[in-house]
């Protein structure tokens, strides 16, 4: 490696400055230290976006069943208890599996 310094620019004080540490990996022909090697900053954007598919996933999921709360309710209203039953065992998480709606 020619360049033992970084190859990333800071901003910093209002500019920016080639980063002061010494490269510690070598990517396309330019070094970088640890903490701008673009492999370790693309590896924890994947992370954190999964992170975040997960929690959006599992608030998707909470939304569903208080949907299944009224949907519950609207059908013992309709005298379909076989319906309400199931929509309450999914409202209160002890089943994964979602009742249809025009379940006779
Ligand atoms: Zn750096």
Same mark, same amino acid.
């Given at each position: 490696? !020619?360049?033992? #310094? =970084? !190859?990333?620019?800071?901003?910093?004080?209002?500019?920016?400055?080639?980063?002061?540490? !010494?490269?510690? $990996?070598?990517?396309? /022909?330019? /070094?970088?230290?640890?903490?701008?090697?673009? $492999?370790?900053?693309?590896?924890?954007?994947?992370?954190?976006?999964?992170?975040?598919?997960?929690?959006?996933?599992?608030?998707? #999921?909470?939304?569903?069943?208080?949907?299944?709360?009224? *949907? =519950?309710? *609207?059908?013992?209203? /309709?005298?379909?208890?076989?319906?309400?039953?199931?929509?309450?065992?999914?409202?209160? /998480?002890? !089943?994964? $599996?979602?009742? *249809?709606?025009?379940?006779?």
């Amino acid at each position: 490696m !020619s360049n033992p #310094k =970084c !190859s990333a620019r800071v901003f910093q004080d209002f500019r920016y400055y080639g980063c002061e540490r !010494s490269a510690k $990996v070598d990517r396309d /022909g330019k /070094g970088y230290c640890k903490q701008h090697d673009p $492999v370790y900053i693309a590896e924890k954007q994947r992370a954190r976006e999964q992170a975040w598919d997960l929690k959006f996933a599992d608030q998707a #999921k909470a939304a569903d069943r208080k949907r299944a709360e009224r *949907e =519950c309710c *609207e059908a013992m209203l /309709g005298d379909n208890f076989q319906l309400a039953i199931d929509l309450a065992r999914y409202a209160l /998480g002890r !089943s994964d $599996v979602r009742p *249809e709606r025009n379940k006779p």
